[in-house]
């Protein structure tokens, strides 16, 4: 039977074919090197040492902590963007999308120059409260939450928007509430949207480099984490590197296969 020239049904345009396998292998090629150069059989040892569980145990701290700011103001600056129509939402729906663009360096300055100590908000917090955000675990935070919540912004805002509101406008037809509405008919609807951006947002946070690096520094046990270890270990101990390297896709993988039935499944349906 011959397949439809046009590619509909099971039929794969030939001309795809050299072009698709060679996307494939430029992302799978990598990851199958970095198995292959990992000394397995100092894996346990390299593992065990203080500053790579250190490390490890700050990235996921700070990643879940970045995390939740996202969800926290992410969820509610979607919701706005998805259905508010006053003037301006065009221009803060592009504005949203620098981070995305900027390089990550970048943002860790525009970090320093606003909160640092001589920048236009930290200035105020360091003579009022005493209080310095550069170079301490809550930079790596601030810094991980910037990078990372555009990702969360934009698949909640896209949930909104293919949420069908009909089932909005027959609860508030049989007397429920905004809030009543919110909770129990919009949040269920969108909320593979949701948990779709929270993955994409822990995922980018667990591996911000640039801003980190900026913004908080490279201190042991403070602000060094996993990509931060990952650099200073290529230096100096390349065998550590790819074992660091390891953990976090293998952490990476994880994320992923705990949260596959709510976001490949959700958001694919």
């Not at 990598?30 to 490890?56: F, K």
């Amino acid at each position: 039977m011959q397949t439809p020239a046009d590619g509909r049904g099971t039929g794969i345009p030939p001309i795809l074919l050299l072009p698709a396998g060679l996307g494939l292998a430029f992302l799978l090629l990598p990851l199958v090197g970095l198995l292959v150069r990992t000394p397995w059989s100092e894996l346990g040892t390299l593992l065990s040492r203080p500053a790579v569980l250190e490390a490890l145990r700050l990235s996921l701290v700070t990643a879940t902590a970045a995390t939740a700011i996202c969800l926290v103001l992410g969820v509610p600056l979607a919701w706005v963007l998805a259905r508010a129509t006053v003037p301006g939402v065009r221009l803060v729906r592009a504005l949203l999308t620098l981070p995305l663009v900027l390089p990550p360096v970048v943002g860790g300055v525009a970090l320093l120059l606003l909160l640092g100590r001589r920048g236009l908000i930290g200035q105020h917090l360091y003579d009022w409260f005493g209080l310095s955000l550069p170079f301490t675990s809550t930079a790596v935070v601030l810094s991980q939450a910037f990078v990372a919540m555009p990702f969360l912004v934009i698949a909640v805002e896209g949930a909104l928007r293919g949420a069908d509101r009909r089932f909005e406008d027959a609860a508030a037809t049989l007397g429920a509430g905004r809030w009543l509405i919110f909770r129990r008919v919009t949040l269920p609807l969108v909320a593979p949207g949701i948990s779709a951006g929270a993955v994409l947002c822990f995922a980018r946070a667990l591996g911000e480099f640039g801003a980190t690096i900026t913004f908080a520094g490279n201190f042991p046990g403070v602000t060094r984490t996993m990509p931060l270890s990952v650099y200073l270990a290529l230096e100096t101990d390349p065998q550590a590197a790819i074992v660091l390297a390891l953990v976090l896709l293998l952490v990476s993988v994880l994320i992923l296969l705990a949260l596959r039935g709510r976001w490949l499944n959700g958001v694919g349906s």
